[in-house]
């Protein structure tokens, strides 16, 4: 309190919000007669910051009526004179003032807390079938504006949803049976509307606004039938994570991808297997130095010469990349050039070259021995995502944990990729074929979860120690997991010519 000479009053109270009921002195002192603040150590700011007088009254406000601002507890400060100030929010607690056009930094504002929604007080918990929550106080203005205030409609006390506002208004807002979530379309629109589906699942309807932003947009640019439509025609919302409704089941089917896969060449692999399957991880494997890479390479020809516009990525890490290269152009030219020694005809060696990539739809990549294993999976989403790549090659998956920093183990680490492999096909719809390293008993070596995750597992068997030299060099085929058709067993017999130096399919069975 203070005995100096008064210089103002009928004030709005910066503490409890109340109005007409501050009185500012000359000496620096101040009261309020609604809820006694006065000064303490520092006067407080008062309500008009500079020499005018504010009086709050209903009058329309940015082609809001005047019946509508009374209805929704809204009102607007008018200077001396005559033109507007700010516009004063009641809130359940105190009031939240905006000083026009858009400020809400106010000393007004001071000890204003946001966990109540604007116009909360106006509808008993229950009282509507339906209630709709907009972003900002003028939207709720203008909702109530464009349907006559027939539809209860609440707004958030700031675009971030505090705990004291989900914890203060859970209870009332459960008690509606849907709540319309009209928040404005944009990231903290959507992060808003999110949060209050997920504190209220199953009861959260998203109105869609393509044309604005928000309410007070489709209202000031006279486009309120569009607004309604948008808002009669909500949908059911859901997380981007889940799929709930009819509708968006049947939209999953349309949308989804057709199982595709392309037949291998391998007439005893594609009876059973049907090919390699895009959107699935394929793992060959064996113990070392039965041949597994060349048996990828064999596939990765087929891919070139039965279907040359399907593009494709390979990486082979245990040999350097002029070898990966060199082995299919043998399997084209039909002889051994895996060697440069070998190659007597550059020029036919470059035309192969020119026939095979010649519409560039064969990429070769590299890991460096001094890069993270982690941009394996980064590689495949490049080539999948951005070169369109319907298949990935890469072998042998266990080596490249080699390379993993930081102290995961190596069967932990593999067992986080082969996951991370898995889910990556199916986002990508692109077939990754791996090779795996085998023990003793047959699994995956190092970690079981590489043919646990694998939508296809194949077994090469090979009799190395036969004294038959044809029958050491005949690789068999067994599928031990087919996820995408479902047959396993017996899938064809490959004969490796050394003459060639390649695969090629002998008489299924023999």
Avoid at 357 to 382: A, C, N, S, W
Avoid at 444 to 456: E, F, G, H, L, M
Wanted: charged residues 25%.
């Amino acid at each position: 309190m203070s005995t100096g000479n008064v210089t103002k009053t009928h004030q709005t109270c910066p503490e409890c919000g109340h109005h007409e009921c501050f009185t500012t002195f000359a000496d620096g002192g101040f009261f309020c007669n609604s809820c006694g603040h006065k000064p303490s150590g520092k006067p407080a700011t008062p309500a008009n910051t500079d020499d005018m007088k504010i009086e709050w009254v209903i009058k329309p406000y940015r082609g809001i009526s005047a019946k509508v601002m009374e209805f929704a507890g809204a009102k607007v400060g008018v200077k001396d004179d005559g033109t507007d100030y700010a516009v004063m929010y009641e809130y359940p607690k105190r009031p939240k003032f905006r000083v026009l056009p858009k400020d809400f930094s106010s000393p007004m504002n001071r000890g204003f807390k946001a966990d109540e929604f604007f116009g909360q007080d106006k509808y008993n918990a229950g009282s509507s079938k339906v209630m709709t929550i907009v972003e900002g106080e003028d939207d709720r203005l203008a909702f109530l504006e464009m349907f006559a205030c027939k539809w209860p409609c609440v707004s958030l006390p700031s675009a971030g949803i505090s705990k004291e506002l989900l914890k203060n208004t859970m209870k009332w807002l459960g008690a509606f049976e849907s709540i319309v979530l009209a928040t404005d379309s944009d990231a903290a629109g959507e992060r808003a509307a999110q949060i209050l589906n997920m504190t209220h699942p199953n009861k959260c309807y998203r109105v869609n606004m393509t044309t604005h932003k928000d309410a007070m947009e489709y209202f000031e640019e006279g486009e309120v039938s569009d607004f309604v439509y948008a808002w009669v025609n909500r949908k059911k919302y859901v997380v981007p994570f889940d799929t709930n409704t009819p509708e968006q089941f049947k939209k999953m089917l349309a949308e989804s991808r057709d199982d595709v896969y392309l037949p291998t060449g391998i007439q005893g692999y594609d009876e059973v297997a049907l090919g390699l399957f895009q959107g699935h991880v394929t793992v060959f494997t064996a113990q070392e130095g039965i041949g597994k890479t060349e048996l990828v390479r064999m596939l990765e020809y087929s891919l070139i010469k039965n279907h040359p516009t399907v593009p494709f990525a390979y990486c082979h890490l245990e040999e350097p990349e002029q070898r990966s290269l060199l082995g299919l152009v043998s399997y084209a030219l039909e002889k051994n050039v895996t060697r440069k020694d070998l190659i007597t005809d550059m020029d036919q060696i470059n035309a192969s070259i020119d026939d095979m990539m010649g519409r560039e739809t064969v990429h070769q990549f590299k890991i460096g021995t001094d890069e993270d294993p982690d941009v394996l999976v980064e590689r495949i989403k490049y080539y999948a995502n951005v070169c369109g790549c319907k298949y990935v090659f890469f072998e042998p998956i266990q080596d490249i944990a080699a390379q993993r920093k930081g102290g995961m183990g190596l069967t932990e680490y593999l067992d986080q990729l082969s996951i991370q492999l898995s889910r990556t096909a199916a986002e990508t719809g692109c077939g990754i074929v791996l090779i795996a390293h085998a023990n003793e008993n047959g699994d995956t070596r190092d970690s079981k979860q590489i043919q646990k995750q694998a939508s296809v597992r194949v077994e090469l068997q090979r009799d190395m120690e036969n004294p038959n030299e044809d029958e050491r060099n005949k690789t068999r085929l067994i599928i031990r997991k087919n996820r995408p058709v479902g047959p396993v067993g017996p899938a064809g017999e490959l004969s490796f010519d050394l003459s060639t130096f390649t695969l090629k399919e002998t008489i299924y069975g023999t």
